[in-house]
């Protein structure tokens, strides 16, 4: 009997000097760890330092025979909580990395983890209720019964054990090097691919416009049925689309503290991966992230909907389904998005880059009040702002003898014959020399701006151009230009036509 409770004292002390001494050796993964698992990360901090210290400290306390019960009963608790917390995530359906033993051993958590820990936690109870009184044979008596030519053996053997795990630590960053390399350069393929297929030389688009309503959707989870954006919005929360890819390795760097963002974030906030590539590649190689929601892209080319053709990037949908930012790319601007979320619209509005949020003369700020005008309609009417209220109205500034205005017409045509649901009302306003005479555009309400008077107000400089006002009469949108901005201010998609 004493010979097994000293193999059990020999395990558990292996084991938790390797895991802790692991953990110490890399503190960033450990963090991102811990974060992925759901702890906030202000405890994260501390037990990045505190989790490997324990562990370490546990070990050196099964070596002594005075000390060992209590190691044990310590050992007991450590791993209690350990499977308290692989169990609330896999139930969730959230398989983070398990670095249990740094990076001499990574994996997404699995139940193998838990029943491998729970053998673990047997041995320490078995210690606990059998060697309280007498934890078995001491090291020391151990030591003492060797030959000279076994202790030898036995320093050999530790030594080769520590060139083996530390070869193994080496390897092991080699290959996630080689990795890194390979998905940066498919990486860069994949953009340059994209831009060659871009016409002229016109920069990575930066989103839709803010307060256009965001495109429909419905995808297949990773994980097994499917969720549309819709169901998302149900829940009253911000919901962040993060537009990554398994060959994308500025993704893999970012996606292990996703898991912490929505822990933190989790009251007001949904955090949704849309993943290219194919469900096998994507379960590989992206199923350990700790994201709630890890949507498959397949063939929908939501990030071409989106216009987040870039990896990572991210854009933000309020809680009434409008586009609520500009898309950030690249973990620090995607991150910055985070507090601003946390402080409610007021911080989206701080956020938006100047052209939505300047209180300068000719530039709309979303929010405010839309600008005072009085205009004659193509009937002769007179129109003011407080005729619109009631409704939201699309402004759209309009010049019938522009070829990209003509271009819209039958997207519009087919859009105004039968709008979506939540649809705004179309107002097109024309400069008055070239608005049709007393025959409106669509059929909808039609305005001659003398002078131009109203498209100042707007700070209109070209056309087409469109705003949308919400019932009350407040802008509610960034100012689109351009055939792509105005089809989203509609929820229209024209990828093909447009691209």
């Given at each position: 009997?004493?010979?097994?409770?000293?193999?059990?004292?020999?395990?558990?002390?292996?084991?938790?000097?390797?895991?802790?001494?692991?953990?110490?050796?890399?503190?960033?993964?450990?963090?991102?760890?811990?974060?992925?698992?759901?702890?906030?990360?202000?405890?994260?901090?501390?037990?990045?330092?505190?989790?490997?210290?324990?562990?370490?400290?546990?070990?050196?306390?099964?070596?002594?025979?005075?000390?060992?019960?209590?190691?044990?009963?310590?050992?007991?608790?450590?791993?209690?909580?350990?499977?308290?917390?692989?169990?609330?995530?896999?139930?969730?359906?959230?398989?983070?990395?398990?670095?249990?033993?740094?990076?001499?051993?990574?994996?997404?958590?699995?139940?193998?983890?838990?029943?491998?820990?729970?053998?673990?936690?047997?041995?320490?109870?078995?210690?606990?209720?059998?060697?309280?009184?007498?934890?078995?044979?001491?090291?020391?008596?151990?030591?003492?019964?060797?030959?000279?030519?076994?202790?030898?053996?036995?320093?050999?053997?530790?030594?080769?054990?520590?060139?083996?795990?530390?070869?193994?630590?080496?390897?092991?960053?080699?290959?996630?090097?080689?990795?890194?390399?390979?998905?940066?350069?498919?990486?860069?393929?994949?953009?340059?691919?994209?831009?060659?297929?871009?016409?002229g030389f016109e920069p990575p688009h930066e989103g839709l416009p803010v307060g256009a309503r965001a495109p429909a959707?419905?995808?297949?989870?990773?994980?097994?049925?499917?969720?549309?954006?819709?169901?998302?919005?149900?829940?009253?929360?911000?919901?962040?689309?993060?537009?990554?890819?398994?060959?994308?390795?500025?993704?893999?760097?970012?996606?292990?503290?996703?898991?912490?963002?929505?822990?933190?974030?989790?009251?007001?906030?949904?955090?949704?991966?849309?993943?290219?590539?194919?469900?096998?590649?994507?379960?590989?190689?992206?199923?350990?992230?700790?994201?709630?929601?890890?949507?498959?892209?397949?063939?929908?080319?939501?990030?071409?909907?989106?216009?987040?053709?870039?990896?990572?990037?991210?854009?933000?949908?309020?809680?009434?389904?409008?586009?609520?930012?500009?898309?950030?790319?690249?973990?620090?601007?995607?991150?910055?998005?985070?507090?601003?979320?946390?402080?409610?619209?007021?911080?989206?509005?701080?956020?938006?880059?100047?052209?939505?949020?300047?209180?300068?003369?000719?530039?709309?700020?979303?929010?405010?009040?839309?600008?005072?005008?009085?205009?004659?309609?193509?009937?002769?009417?007179?129109?003011?702002?407080?005729?619109?209220?009631?409704?939201?109205?699309?402004?759209?500034?309009?010049?019938?003898?522009?070829?990209?205005?003509?271009?819209?017409?039958?997207?519009?045509?087919?859009?105004?014959?039968?709008?979506?649901?939540?649809?705004?009302?179309?107002?097109?306003?024309?400069?008055?020399?070239?608005?049709?005479?007393?025959?409106?555009?669509?059929?909808?309400?039609?305005?001659?701006?003398?002078?131009?008077?109203?498209?100042?107000?707007?700070?209109?400089?070209?056309?087409?151009?469109?705003?949308?006002?919400?019932?009350?009469?407040?802008?509610?949108?960034?100012?689109?230009?351009?055939?792509?901005?105005?089809?989203?201010?509609?929820?229209?998609?024209?990828?093909?036509?447009?691209?």
């Amino acid at each position: 009997m004493d010979f097994c409770l000293f193999t059990i004292r020999l395990a558990l002390t292996v084991t938790l000097l390797t895991a802790g001494v692991a953990k110490l050796w890399d503190p960033p993964g450990t963090r991102a760890t811990l974060t992925s698992f759901g702890v906030p990360s202000a405890w994260a901090r501390l037990a990045t330092v505190g989790l490997p210290i324990l562990e370490v400290a546990l070990a050196v306390g099964f070596m002594p025979v005075s000390t060992a019960a209590l190691a044990a009963w310590g050992t007991m608790g450590l791993f209690i909580a350990f499977e308290l917390a692989i169990a609330a995530n896999l139930l969730q359906g959230r398989r983070p990395g398990c670095n249990c033993f740094g990076q001499l051993a990574s994996a997404p958590l699995s139940w193998w983890h838990f029943f491998r820990n729970l053998g673990f936690l047997g041995l320490a109870a078995v210690l606990a209720a059998f060697g309280g009184q007498d934890p078995g044979l001491s090291w020391l008596t151990v030591l003492g019964s060797l030959t000279p030519g076994e202790f030898l053996s036995l320093v050999l053997g530790l030594s080769a054990l520590a060139l083996f795990l530390a070869t193994n630590r080496k390897l092991g960053q080699v290959y996630a090097e080689q990795a890194r390399l390979q998905a940066a350069v498919e990486s860069l393929e994949s953009h340059l691919k994209v831009s060659h297929q871009t016409r002229g030389f016109e920069p990575p688009h930066e989103g839709l416009p803010v307060g256009a309503r965001a495109p429909a959707f419905r995808l297949d989870l990773l994980t097994g049925g499917n969720v549309s954006l819709e169901e998302l919005v149900a829940m009253r929360k911000w919901t962040m689309l993060l537009f990554v890819s398994p060959s994308c390795a500025p993704c893999h760097e970012l996606l292990p503290k996703v898991g912490g963002w929505q822990h933190e974030h989790d009251d007001h906030l949904t955090v949704v991966m849309v993943c290219k590539g194919t469900p096998d590649e994507n379960r590989r190689r992206m199923g350990e992230y700790g994201a709630r929601y890890k949507l498959l892209q397949q063939d929908s080319r939501l990030d071409e909907l989106y216009r987040a053709t870039w990896s990572p990037s991210a854009v933000l949908i309020g809680r009434d389904g409008r586009i609520a930012t500009p898309v950030a790319t690249g973990e620090e601007a995607i991150r910055a998005l985070l507090p601003e979320v946390a402080a409610g619209e007021e911080g989206i509005r701080a956020f938006l880059p100047e052209e939505t949020s300047s209180s300068q003369a000719g530039v709309l700020r979303i929010g405010d009040p839309a600008p005072e005008f009085s205009v004659l309609s193509v009937h002769g009417d007179s129109i003011s702002k407080n005729d619109l209220l009631g409704r939201e109205t699309l402004l759209l500034f309009w010049d019938p003898n522009c070829q990209f205005c003509q271009g819209l017409l039958a997207h519009l045509r087919s859009w105004d014959t039968n709008p979506p649901p939540m649809t705004p009302r179309l107002v097109f306003v024309c400069r008055e020399d070239l608005a049709p005479r007393g025959e409106p555009i669509l059929q909808a309400l039609t305005l001659a701006d003398q002078g131009c008077a109203m498209a100042k107000k707007f700070g209109i400089q070209g056309n087409p151009s469109g705003v949308i006002l919400d019932a009350q009469g407040r802008v509610a949108s960034a100012l689109a230009t351009g055939p792509k901005g105005i089809l989203a201010l509609c929820g229209i998609s024209a990828l093909n036509e447009y691209s």
